[in-house]
């Protein structure tokens, strides 16, 4: 069940909770970035609200900066990691701090704006399920028994998002991040906005084309999410007579975060992949392309396919069945020029009954809706988000991926043969520790991805 609570200026639901509310916002290196900080100031101006950021500037050095603003006042703290990393830093500072000011009377929310290298759905989960050690006068336990995510902001800027959204630089190489960082400004830009429940873009100096385009995407990525468009952060400072900070327009942009929002809360590789009813007709070249099949990929067309998905693509995603795979559900995801491939679970029909009846219901309920009597509930199905390319020739080269007739005798009834196929989706490996990484969405089994 998600967290519903008020949203702008109404923090007594969570009184009534017991949780201190947590608003976060995010945004890209930049003009976005400024939004971030004079937005998270603008709400700080309410009485009770503590804005909480970390500088990850000198990370590289293993020096952190803890930034606390609280009735006009900033407080800095310069934090020494022995290992100076993003998951250090939520682990050993940002989470067991959060967990201390929500046992403060005074503090009713709590902003949290965060640095470019954090990512918001990294930050909530972790919220949510890291477990939160030594803080005195707690119980060990995740900072979640304390805090609630309120929702998640957004800021981008709208002359470079899409740009930035379809390329393939990594955060290192535009020298924002550690040489051993591999994520692309790609992941975290469409990352950023897939995960928001409100947007505030800033479209000052922007081609009027330019914005229609970059409006027709955000309302495919996050349809679910209200947008507040303002010229430039500034925007953000303006001033009434009486001197507060006026933060009407973040206030009203909140208060209209419908009710099915995620708010923190993970996504469900197993639930339908189209959430919020996003426009299907074509918009100023971008369209939502939706491909499902009850057969399975062949591993080596597939793997020749996949770079359909990576030109003129802002995003793909979902469930994908591998002949060479048949118990696994693969994920895949893509972010312009990007591509993760990860594990999902297993398929119903690879499950024991004991693990069926752990599955969530209303999975169990949609699977038997298209159960096949030889294959179960294995499928695929894929939402891929174009913005230059064709959509038809996307369709084609997956379906050209498909096994044929032959194949699919195979993988009914000679699986051992199929087994033997050449497969360069099976290799394994482990990703470091840093739980604040975009990694495949993991369910009832482990993560395994290869990158491009």
Known sequence: MSDTGASGGQPAQSEREGRTPVL???????????????????????????????????????????????????????????????????????????????????????????????????????????????????????????????????????????????????????GHATADDDRTVAQLAVGQVEFADALLAFDGGVDPADRLRTAAVLARLAPLAPVRWLPEPAALDARESSGMLRADALYGLLDRVPATARRGHAFDPHAALLRGEPPLEPDCGVELLEFGTDRPFHPERLHTAIDVLLEGVVSARGRVWLATQPDEVVWLESAGGGLRVGGAGKWLAAMTSEEIEQVDPERRIMASMRWHEHFGDRHTALVILVHEAEAEEIRHALHWALVDEDELRQVRFAPERVAAWADPFGDQHEEPCDTTRSTPVSGDGGSRQNER
């Open 24 to 174: 976060v916002i995010a945004g890209l290196p930049g003009r976005a970035a400024d939004g971030v900080h004079r937005a998270a100031r603008a709400l700080g101006a309410e009485p009770g609200t503590i804005v909480v950021r970390h500088d990850l500037s000198e990370l590289h050095e293993g020096v952190v900066r803890r930034i606390v603003r609280l009735n006009g006042r900033e407080d800095v703290s310069v934090l020494e990691l022995a290992h100076g990393c993003v998951s250090c830093t939520l682990r050993k500072d940002l989470l067991p701090y959060l967990c201390l000011l929500a046992a403060r009377d005074s503090v009713r929310r709590i902003v949290l704006a965060l640095d470019p290298a954090f990512e918001a759905e990294a930050v909530c989960q972790a919220i949510r399920h890291v477990v939160v050690s030594d803080v005195v006068g707690r119980v060990d336990g995740p900072a979640g028994r304390s805090v609630r995510i309120e929702s998640v902001l957004t800021c981008l800027d709208a002359a470079d998002w899409l740009a930035d959204a379809t390329g393939d630089d990594t955060l290192a190489e535009r």
